[in-house]
């Protein structure tokens, strides 16, 4: 393909008529270029944009608790602390981009998924499995790249959405964009606020939660050259309760812009040079206390077109800048990182392989080399095969590095990881998928205590076994989706035997949705298993419901109504925190 980002943003910005008419869903984030789903030789999911508008989701984790495989922690209602584990890892052992840029905090290593509003949101990629060899430090358990809307294959488009629901919920959004054969423009804004409810189970303090959004994109091509501009920015207030239930608050800011220059010298050969600033802001209101991340990134990628065959070439300088100002600890960290990485796609008749490297050289952690291999076979009569094999690798956190008990000496989490995998296509509706999976990660870093009753420091000295099997069915007709999904997982800390935290064994999922006319009638249901805790709690198992529904008064107004927990289920994400009751939103949507 000539122009393969040109390609992207196309399919990006399908309408959800002109996505149905494709066979399969495009995805960037398995090999680094846009390929179709089944080629993605790993265990791969795509939420849609009209899941993501069905779904009564504040932030993209309540979105990615429905799918296999994945897991959330949550201290609370909106903007409360969140974490994501993705087949049993850590939670930053996931890296979380926004259009191909990772946003982690340098300082935790693990994204603020409680400020990511879905309504921004084209649609989101989930890579399971380690990927550190095309996306670089923390890719172990998965990876999440989120892609932002912008403008359609219309030459204007605009929408907009108005809701209001429990808790003194309001939400709202604006998207424009405009289209021609040389250029591009999009604006999406997106606001919410909330009066929530008390995060602790021990209070009566309900904390609220506001939260601006909004995204940006600009475009033109020339002869063989393409720009592009883009920022993403979400900023508010988050209230919450500390240890001993003192109501406080903190202002929060993430962004991520980028500009990006690519050109298609030949037919065989597109370059890619792409400059980007990562921002990641915490400021408590009570205190002076404040952790900021800021990070600066150039990259140049290179595609070549090689026959049937794809290779990828590409080397990456960041420079990251941390600064903590805490009453435990304050440090001001400035670290330099270069990585280069290499993939071949190789395909053969029924046969199709992926190999990749990366070299990393972080100024504190040292350097790290990674390698993986993907292979399918196709037997024809819809059914593929595949297995991986790979390595990973986290670099230490700021935290890690430099905060309470933190260790300058510390080394990169490291993983190998094996996957096999099936899937069977039947009348061109009916999908049935297995994975069995092995994640073995070494160097864990944890807390040592070395002086009772509080001295001690980060070290390197945890390993963990993950085994697991991943079942799934999808049928896709005319009016009728579903979608059923189970996952079994044992998450051992090798040293002790125990299981990891708020990690269930095993977990179901189902998503279904019926269009009936003017009518689109859904739900999300998920089952998760028992939980073990910090101080030796175990969670219940429980069982969430959320329903949907809409009604098109004409084509370009359309009336719904989202119920989440419909059954009004009590259970606990974390042991001491509160989850969200039964809560009803009403809104209205206009397309044009």
Do not use: C
């Not at 309408?15 to 089944?38: F, H, M």
Request: aromatic residues 10%; hydrophobic residues 35%; glycine residues 10%.
């Amino acid at each position: 393909m000539k122009n393969p980002a040109l390609f992207l943003a196309l399919a990006a910005a399908m309408t959800p008529a002109q996505a149905a008419d494709t066979l399969e869903p495009l995805v960037v984030t398995a090999t680094g270029y846009p390929i179709e789903l089944n080629d993605a030789l790993a265990s791969m999911d795509v939420i849609t944009a009209d899941e993501i508008r069905r779904s009564a989701a504040t932030d993209i984790a309540d979105l990615l608790k429905f799918h296999t495989g994945l897991e959330i922690g949550r201290n609370g209602g909106p903007g409360q602390a969140t974490s994501l584990f993705i087949r049993g890892t850590e939670s930053d052992h996931n890296l979380v981009m926004i259009d191909g840029v990772p946003i982690n905090s340098g300082s935790v290593g693990s994204a603020a998924l409680q400020h990511i509003d879905p309504q921004n949101i084209e649609r989101i990629e989930i890579y399971k499995g380690p990927r550190s060899t095309l996306w670089g430090s923390g890719a172990i358990g998965g990876v999440i790249n989120i892609i932002t809307r912008k403008a359609g294959t219309e030459k204007l488009d605009f929408s907009a959405s108005l809701e209001g629901g429990s808790d003194s919920t309001w939400r709202g959004n604006a998207h424009l964009g405009h289209a021609a054969d040389n250029h591009r423009l999009s604006a999406s804004l997106s606001y919410q606020e909330t009066d929530g409810f008390p995060p602790l189970a021990t209070s009566n303090i309900d904390r609220g939660y506001d939260n601006t959004s909004f995204n940006l994109a600009a475009g033109f091509d020339t002869g063989i050259h393409r720009f592009d501009a883009s920022h993403w920015q979400t900023r508010g207030n988050n209230e919450y309760l500390d240890y001993f239930g003192n109501p406080l608050d903190q202002d929060f800011l993430n962004s991520r812009s980028s500009l990006g220059w690519e050109a298609a010298f030949t037919e065989s050969w597109t370059s890619t040079l792409e400059l980007a600033h990562v921002r990641d802001h915490i400021d408590q209101n009570q205190s002076s206390d404040a952790v900021h991340t800021d990070r600066t990134e150039l990259s140049w990628r290179n595609r070549l077109s090689l026959g049937r065959d794809q290779a990828l070439l590409g080397i990456k300088g960041s420079n990251e800048d941390v600064t903590l100002d805490g009453a435990f600890s304050s440090y001001d960290t400035d670290t330099d990182i270069l990585e280069a990485w290499g993939q071949y796609d190789l395909a053969r008749g029924a046969h199709h392989a992926i190999a990749g490297i990366r070299y990393l050289d972080h100024e504190d952690a040292g350097s790290k080399f990674t390698w993986s291999l993907n292979y399918g076979y196709d037997f024809g009569q819809g059914t593929r095969a595949w297995a991986s094999a790979a390595t990973a690798f986290r670099v230490p956190s700021a935290n890690e590095r430099y905060g309470f008990g933190g260790n300058p000496d510390l080394e990169p989490e490291e993983s190998t990881s094996y996957e096999l995998g099936l899937k069977h296509r039947m009348g061109g509706n009916h999908e049935f998928s297995a994975s069995l999976y092995r994640n073995d990660i070494d160097n864990m870093i944890q807390w040592v205590l070395v002086n009772p009753p509080w001295e001690g420091y980060n070290q390197n000295v945890a390993e963990v076994r993950i085994d697991g099997l991943e079942l799934g069915y999808d049928y896709n007709g005319e009016a009728l989706s579903l979608h059923l999904g189970g996952n079994w997982q044992d998450p051992e800390d090798r040293s002790t035997g125990d299981r990891l935290l708020r990690r269930a064994e095993h977990s179901l999922n189902a998503r279904v949705n019926y269009v009936w006319g003017a009518w689109s009638l859904g739900g999300d249901l998920l089952y998760s298993g028992k939980r073990k805790d910090f101080g030796g709690v175990t969670l219940d198992s429980y069982t969430l419901v959320n329903l949907n529904a809409s009604y098109r008064l004409n084509r370009n107004w359309q009336l719904f109504a989202k119920l989440e927990n419909a059954f009004d289920e009590d259970y606990q994400l974390a042991s001491g925190y509160n989850t969200q009751g039964r809560a009803g939103f009403l809104g209205i949507r206009y397309d044009h």
